[in-house]
């Protein structure tokens, strides 16, 4: 059955919202751009509008975050709004637990305007643009990736406050020299804390220890807590980690079959 209204293009970032517009436009789809804030209230509720659409095509790629997650399942709350998610191949699984929603398709950023727009041309007709057995298998992704970071959770759970402590400045980039001041204990003090940490966490260097404070928040929410890692905690001595970035080029909008 299909499902009557425009087609809304949002994202956290206003421009690449319309810029994925101008695309599916040139491809004959009749889409509109709305503002991030106007569809979702800051409680994460969607907002009412005059007009529903039949299709909310939602840019997230790189901010797939536990906020924008719940934005996104408000969204998809009344019955007759199709979701489509944009995310990074490598950040679909967060979006499993959506997925029991068949209102609620997920792409990646792999592909072009016109595999976009036959997409959305299928949810408008009332039909998932996702095979069950990827959906099932996102699903599936997710439920483990859930039950890993509650394991980590409860590894970080047995950390005294002082332990505790010291990995998440340690994972808000601070040195261990950075720490004890913070502190007010010798740094000595602190390199205790992190043997005893890494010991309970079974993590064979601190930076280890800090990736898995950063797993067990990381799709939950949590890594809200503490700032986006400078270094990771990284100390001479500990493995040096990579963070590759990212280039999209030609037809690609951001979007795509996963």
Known sequence: ??????????????????????????????????????????????????????????????????????????????????VVVV?????????????????VDVVTVTT??????????????????????ERLALRTSWA?????????????????????RVLELLASGRRVSEVGVEMGVAEGTVRSHVKALRAKLGASTQLKAVALFHQAYEATGGADLVPRPRGAGEDPGDDPGEHPGRDRRGEEVGAGRR
């Open 1 to 82: 059955m299909s499902v009557a209204g425009p087609v809304w293009v949002l994202s956290p970032h206003l421009l690449v919202a319309q810029a994925v517009t101008a695309a599916l436009r040139s491809a004959g789809v009749p889409a509109e751009t709305r503002r991030w804030e106007s569809v979702v209230d800051e409680d994460g509720s969607g907002v009412s509008a005059p007009t529903r659409p039949a299709v909310v095509v939602a840019i997230v790629d790189g901010v797939d975050n536990s906020t924008v997650v719940g934005h996104v399942e408000a969204l998809a709350q009344p019955g007759d709004v199709r």
């Open 87 to 103: 995310s990074s191949p490598d950040a679909a699984t967060r979006w499993g637990g959506l997925l029991a929603n068949d209102a």
């Open 112 to 133: 072009s305007v016109s595999q976009l727009a036959d997409v959305v041309q299928r949810l408008i007709s009332g039909v998932s643009s996702m095979d069950p057995e």
């Open 144 to 164: 483990l990736d859930r039950d890993r970071r509650r394991h980590v959770r409860d590894q970080l759970d047995s950390l005294s406050p002082q332990q505790r």
